[in-house]
Every structure is written in C-alpha cells, then in structure tokens.
C-alpha cells in the first residue's frame, strides 16, 4: 500500500518471452489488463497487484483467464 490516502489499484504484469513472440506477449497483456479492468470494483483501494502470465496463458480462452484473475485476486481481498 502506498501513502496515507486511498487511490486506485495499480496492476502490473509480467510477460515473459517464454509466453511467445512480441505479439502473443502484448495479447496476453491486454487480455489481462481486460480482465483486471472488469474486475476493478473488486480490488481494494490503494493495492498494487503483480500479475505473471505462465505459458499456458497463450493458449486459455478469456473467460479461463478471466475466471482464474478472479479467483487470485480474491486472494487479497481476504
């Protein structure tokens, strides 16, 4: 968390050149950045979330990414 008041969640992600080729890496990217930006009203105020796509992340339809964004990022808030 950072400072004293509470601001939007950060995301970041880490893609790696394991995942593919530039252009695989950016789609997995902004798959998940689409995934993060839908479930926004659930992450608390003020977090900072890192985010690795594993090489599978290449191949999953949306809604298994999104389903397994999800499920981690119930993780902080608990």
Excluded at 9 to 36: D, T
Excluded at 43 to 56: E, K, M, N, T
Aim: glycine share 6%.
């Amino acid at each position: 968390m950072r400072g004293t008041e509470a601001s939007a969640p950060r995301f970041g992600f880490i893609v790696s050149k394991q995942i593919g080729s530039a252009v695989v890496r950016n789609q997995v990217r902004r798959r998940l950045k689409a995934a993060c930006f839908e479930l926004l009203p659930s992450v608390p105020a003020g977090s900072d979330v890192v985010i690795r796509a594993l090489p599978p992340a290449a191949t999953t339809d949306f809604a298994t990414l999104r389903r397994e964004v999800a499920r981690a990022l119930t993780k902080i808030t608990t």
